[in-house]
């Protein structure tokens, strides 16, 4: 069966760094989109970061752009989301998700499987 399972999150200082991994097991990982989504606090879930299942094409939400990177090491079927600068906004709880095909659209309803998620805060 499909699993992923998020690691790397933790606390972090406001301008600091953190790497989060997605392990994926279960299914052909290099043939499918793969995508980070956050819910923060009282908040609705958000798409954060999608990219293609060869990796040649990537999607950011507007909130991220410049400061998160999304890859994958399709030979190691972990997907990858690097987070610099990192805000007090970018609290959250972030899920690794599977696409349903290809392309990293920015719409949940192309995705099926979701992790468990890994918690982040940033804080001073």
């Known amino acids: 069966q499909v699993q992923l399972v998020e690691s790397g999150g933790g606390l972090a200082q406001p301008g600091g760094s953190l790497r989060l991994s997605c392990a994926a097991s279960g299914f052909t990982f290099s043939s499918y989109a793969m995508s980070w989504a956050r819910q923060a606090p009282g908040k609705g879930l958000e798409l954060v970061s999608a990219?293609?299942?060869?990796?040649?094409?990537?999607y950011y939400v507007d909130s991220v752009k410049g400061r998160f990177t999304i890859s994958r090491d399709n030979a190691k079927n972990t997907l990858y989301l690097q987070m610099n600068s990192l805000q007090p906004e970018d609290t959250a709880l972030y899920y690794c998700v599977k696409g349903k095909g290809t392309f990293p659209y920015s719409d949940f309803q192309e995705y099926d499987y979701w992790g468990q998620g890994t918690q982040v805060t940033v804080s001073s």
């Open positions: 990219i293609y299942s060869d990796g040649r094409d990537t």
